[in-house]
């Protein structure tokens, strides 16, 4: 069967991507072909058609994200081929060269359109010995990277712990039946055991985080370092990007955390109640943060409570503190509900994969930040807060802010700081008018006063007439979609103006990338954003230390509202701390 260029195009790249359903940009559409397209066309609700004896579907580039998000739901892996190459007089009868740009996998996503605030992990899991295993797993959304050891037979704490949106296992294990049961129940995709050879992952670390990594690698067991080298090394595949993206590992102490069971955390309703469902549980009950970083703090302090009596005893001293200060609590407050996912916007920043609204997030979360230091700073605060007060984040304020500008709309880089830009925006801005132009040639040529031309998400600029209207509709235009109250159409004409409007929008994606990748060449800058995340960590986390429970029924007759600093303001006594670490071992 003879195919065509571009069809042999396809298939050598599908080659390199077999368990990806492979996204292949051709003029302002992503086409999916033969198996791919099935399951698209089922999943998605798409036309199935044939491209010669091909099967093909897809969908409109420019309105891809509601596609992707609704593949990756479902756990599809997917990878996006871009054309990376312009036409050329040169180019002759051959295709454009392509290459996949870009790989979108559960665990894998840092796009705040395919998250929600909760963490989404990514887990390895490696064979130790008979009764242990290894396993890492990290956030590649804000670049959090954890280890630990476990026992086999505990396995599936660490996917209720954990909740992973994509695991990797050593094939090894799955030949054991405790370890087969478990998986059985959740998505997990078996690695040959030469993918954890111990030191092509001890050096692969080793050149991903140098002496960052090396001045702690003695605190890792060997199979700890095979599953953080395995979970990176996806990482950095994932992202078609050489930088590092993850924080060096951490290794989870259980000396210092208390360890629960499976069993424990489902029966105590620590996440999920026994119906499966999040309302009703301990996690839902003290969730009143008012940050996405919030609310994953706490999730992890309920997740691994900690051991540690100083530890205890700071957090009961921040809590008696802010307890009575409730007037500064509150005004803590009012900045918090402002501050956004500074966290994943700086890592997207890291990573290359941000927009101009990451600058913005970032710049709002300065500004918010500094107000709740400036609340602190002339009044007494115990020992735990107050190197907070010498926190000072004016300078890097200064440094963003000539450059950003939140209120305009099609970029969030300042007026004048770009030409290229500028001239983009004044192009978009034409396309409008001209549109408008043609809206009213329109409905004087058909004799249709209501007609009206919209930008669609999926269809781009398209004519919208009622049902009785659309009669009048001609031969030049075809009917792209029916509803109950209006029909759409649209003409060569519009698909022009769709077509220049996109390629200007895209032109400013370009050039905002290449000033992004001047921010993270700037190292003064890095290095002033790298200090803004740890201490926004440890302002955003004041809050989190006085989380209130809600009105809660003890009877039919009587309701009682409880406070989570009333509930432990007394601080444990040692032979309390104690009890409370035997019970942990039983």
């Not at 579907?57 to 996006?80: E, M, T, V």
């Not at 956004?340 to 941000?354: G, Q, S, V």
């Not at 004087?444 to 919209?454: H, R």
């Not at 235009?477 to 029909?487: A, C």
């Amino acid at each position: 069967m003879k195919t065509t260029p571009i069809m042999e195009q396809y298939a050598s790249i599908k080659k390199e991507y077999a368990d990806y359903i492979l996204c292949f940009r051709l003029g302002d559409f992503y086409e999916v072909f033969y198996d791919d397209a099935i399951t698209i066309s089922k999943t998605l609700g798409l036309m199935l058609t044939k491209r010669g004896d091909a099967l093909m579907s897809g969908f409109p580039y420019h309105s891809s994200d509601l596609h992707l998000q609704n593949l990756l739901k479902l756990g599809h892996k997917i990878a996006i081929c871009e054309q990376i190459e312009k036409p050329n007089e040169k180019q002759g009868s051959r295709p454009l060269k392509r290459a996949v740009t870009q790989i979108l996998t559960p665990g894998t996503l840092v796009a705040d359109e395919h998250l929600t605030p909760k963490n989404n992990f990514l887990a390895t899991i490696h064979k130790v010995d008979t009764e242990m295993l290894a396993y890492a797993v990290c956030d590649v959304s804000t670049g959090e990277f954890f280890t630990s050891l476990i026992a086999i037979n505990e396995i599936e704490t660490l996917f209720v712990l954990w909740n992973p949106r994509e695991t990797f296992i050593n094939d090894e294990l799955i030949t054991l039946k405790s370890v087969w049961n478990v998986t059985q129940a959740y998505t997990c995709q078996p690695l040959p055991s030469i993918k954890f050879d111990f030191n092509t992952n001890r050096r692969y670390l080793e050149e991903l985080y140098k002496t960052a990594f090396l001045s702690t690698i003695e605190d890792f067991s060997n199979a700890e370092i095979s599953a953080a080298g395995v979970c990176a090394a996806y990482v950095a595949y994932t992202q078609k990007n050489a930088e590092v993206i993850l924080k060096p590992p951490k290794r989870l102490l259980a000396d210092t955390k208390m360890h629960m069971e499976a069993f424990t955390i489902k029966n105590l309703e620590i996440f999920s109640t026994i119906q499966g469902k999040e309302e009703g549980s301990l996690y839902h009950l003290l969730n009143n943060t008012h940050t996405p970083m919030g609310s994953r703090m706490l999730h992890n302090w309920l997740s691994m409570p900690l051991l540690c009596q100083k530890q205890l005893n700071e957090r009961f001293k921040i809590i008696e503190f802010l307890q009575n200060e409730i007037v500064l609590l509150k005004s803590i407050e009012e900045h918090l509900k402002k501050i956004t996912d500074f966290e994943r916007a700086l890592n997207r920043i890291n990573c290359c994969k941000h927009l101009s609204k990451d600058l913005w997030i970032i710049l709002i979360n300065l500004n918010n930040s500094q107000a709740i230091i400036n609340l602190l700073k002339n009044i007494p605060l115990p020992i735990e807060l107050e190197e907070i007060k010498n926190f000072e984040l004016t300078s890097l304020i200064n440094s963003l802010q000539n450059s950003i500008d939140s209120n305009r709309l099609l970029t969030k880089i300042a007026k004048g700081y770009n030409e290229d830009i500028e001239r983009c925006i004044q192009s978009q801005a034409e396309i409008h008018t001209q549109v408008d132009t043609l809206q009213q040639e329109y409905r004087d040529n058909l004799k249709l006063p209501y007609l009206k031309i919209k930008l669609h998400s999926s269809f781009g600029f398209c004519i919208e007439v009622s049902k009785a209207h659309a009669k009048n509709m001609d031969f030049t235009f075809s009917k792209i979609q029916e509803l109950n109250s209006v029909v759409r159409f649209s003409s060569s004409e519009l698909q022009r103006m769709t077509q220049k409007l996109y390629a200007a929008r895209e032109e400013i994606s370009s050039v905002e990338s290449q000033i992004f990748e001047a921010v993270n060449k700037n190292d003064k800058l890095q290095k002033e954003l790298g200090k803004f995340e740890k201490k926004t960590i440890k302002i955003t986390g004041i809050k989190e230390f006085n989380p209130k429970i809600k009105q809660t029924q003890r009877s039919a007759s009587a309701a009682h509202t409880l406070s989570a600093p009333d509930l432990f303001k007394k601080q444990p006594t040692n032979s309390e701390y104690s009890q409370s670490r035997n019970a942990s071992d039983t």
